[in-house]
């Protein structure tokens, strides 16, 4: 087996994480058009930008998988959830995503080890400590949407995510392009 082959257990494991990431950037997109439906701006800005990174992570996985000779499989997305019952419900799915994210990695990550491919357990420690950051921003958003427990407080909260972002230099549209 050549040095660029990839077993078929840390393979299959990968291709699922690649399409993961695209029905995550996908999914995102429709938390994003919610919360635009919903006057909630600046949250709709924020999970646009969370979907570019998502797309950023899939394109991760693609680029490990061609430079190992091996053809990316894209498979079908699944419709991703689009009405929420409150801002609250749409940050917990948010939380939900993050955590069913760090599944998927370190499934591949365990994989790789198992089969001693060194080199997907390199591109995936990074994917291993950005799960860290998704999942505690995540957790932070829920308690500060849960504090903003009235309209006023929501309304704030989501004018000082639309504030940091302007001012961390992203001006995105719902259906705008990449992160960061």
């Keep these: 087996m050549p040095a660029t082959a990839i077993k078929p257990g840390v393979l299959k494991e990968l291709q699922r994480q690649l399409n ?3 029905a995550a950037a996908h999914a995102y997109l429709a938390l994003a058009v919610w919360c635009h439906d919903q006057n909630f701006k600046g949250f709709a800005r924020f999970f646009s930008k ?3 990174e998502e797309r950023q992570h899939a394109q991760k996985l ?6 190992r000779q091996v053809l990316p499989r894209l ?5 991703p959830k689009g009405e929420f019952r409150d801002l609250l419900g ?3 799915h948010a939380e939900s995503m ?8 370190h499934a591949c990550y365990e994989a790789a080890v198992r089969e001693g491919d060194v080199a997907s ?5 990074w994917f291993v400590t950005e799960q860290v950051e998704e999942e505690d921003w995540t957790a932070e958003m829920v ?3 849960q504090r903003a427990n009235c309209a006023g407080g929501l309304g704030d909260l989501d004018r000082h995510i639309e504030r940091y972002l302007k001012e961390d230099g992203l001006n995105m549209n719902t259906g705008g392009g990449g992160g960061d």
């Design 20 to 22: 993961h990431e695209l």
């Design 50 to 52: 969370q979907a570019g």
């Design 62 to 67: 693609m680029d490990h998988l061609l430079d």
């Design 75 to 79: 498979a079908a997305m699944p419709e």
């Design 90 to 92: 749409a940050a917990q």
């Design 98 to 105: 993050e955590r069913e994210n760090t599944a998927g990695i």
């Design 121 to 125: 357990q390199v591109l995936l420690q």
């Design 143 to 145: 308690q500060r949407v």
